[in-house]
């Protein structure tokens, strides 16, 4: 009997290694300290989820909010801008901050499941987000939809 050709899948390190290739070539086309004209004394949900999540120093952990949001597409900026915890906000301005606050940080956690289930040690996600964090502005769906390519 004649065996028809296997389809060829790629692995997930090889999902995972096309991904970072992308990542690579749009951070190419990123300038350097976008978005970094935002107050740092701000700072937003990603930022803290970074700084929580890759145990980093809050400056580089703002650093790389402000080049996710700049790789982040136009209809998502505004979300992440205004995810901050503002000491100065009234009671209505808080509890609208603090829920978009609360929508972010659950996004970058499954982003952050998302780059796992291509096989990426927690590790190897804070070398990535430290390295090229535009990997960040990609939605959990996007990601996803490369680990079963």
Do not use: H, W
């Not at 990542?23 to 300038?31: E, I, K, L, N």
């Not at 998302?114 to 987000?129: H, P, T, Y």
Request: hydrophobic content about 40%.
């Amino acid at each position: 009997a004649i065996k028809p050709p296997a389809t060829q899948q790629p692995s997930m390190m090889q999902s995972a290694r096309l991904l970072l290739c992308i990542a690579c070539g749009a951070a190419a086309f990123v300038t350097p300290n976008a978005g970094s004209s935002r107050s740092l004394a701000l700072r937003g949900a990603i930022a803290d989820f970074c700084e929580r999540t890759f145990e980093i120093d809050g400056d580089e952990a703002s650093e790389i909010e402000a080049r996710v949001v700049a790789a982040s597409p136009r209809a998502t900026r505004q979300t992440y801008q205004y995810a901050v915890k503002d000491p100065n906000a009234d009671d209505d301005d808080k509890e609208n901050l603090e829920a978009r606050y609360a929508e972010v940080t659950n996004e970058f956690e499954a982003r952050r499941d998302g780059l796992r289930s291509l096989g990426l040690a927690d590790a190897e996600i804070k070398r990535i987000a430290r390295r090229v964090p535009e990997v960040l502005s990609y939605s959990a769906a996007r990601v996803k939809a490369a680990a079963d390519a």
